[in-house]
């Protein structure tokens, strides 16, 4: 099993993307890269902690491969506007990669390289250095699927998973029925 610590933008994003994953076995949506040693939501929303929100995505690599994971974190944000991503601005929607060992820092680095020869524009995406990992709210985990029909989910998240839909079928199932 493999993890990778991932910000693009708000989690709920990436959670409800990697949630479909064939072969992922948890995400997990947290605070990272910050100084605040006890972050919250509200206090990563106001933008003075320095922290990113992140999602920590466990996979298996012999089911998906960590290309096609990384493939769909630059998929699925804007990995080219700087602290921003929709209508969520401040750094903690920056675009953001965690390496957790030397080998992640090289992959890392290569996938911005390689999506740099893809977008019109520079990739902003920052190889920050790793950092604690703070779990966020209950409420947070999961989000996509306890809450599929809010205003958020529908507006933002349903055309990120059309997305992921559309490049990576092969590699996605739908979860069991949504709960919300």
Known sequence: MRTFVLAGGCFWCLDAVYQRTRGVSSVI??????????????????????????????????????????????????????????????????????????????????????????????????IEEPADFFVAEGIHQDYYNRFPREGYCRVIIDPKLAKARKYYAAWLEEPVEPRG
């Open 29 to 126: 949506s947290g605070y990272t890269g910050g100084h605040e040693p006890a972050p919250t939501y509200r206090s990563v929303c106001a933008g003075n902690t320095g922290h990113a929100e992140a999602v920590a995505v466990t996979f298996d690599p012999a089911i998906v491969p960590e290309e096609v994971i990384l493939d769909m974190f630059f998929t699925t944000h804007d990995p080219t506007t700087l602290n921003r991503q929709g209508y969520d601005v401040g750094t903690q929607y920056r675009s953001a990669m965690y390496p957790l060992d030397a080998d992640q820092d090289e992959l890392f680095r290569e996938f911005v390289r390689k999506f740099a020869g893809l977008y019109p524009d520079p990739i902003v995406t920052a």
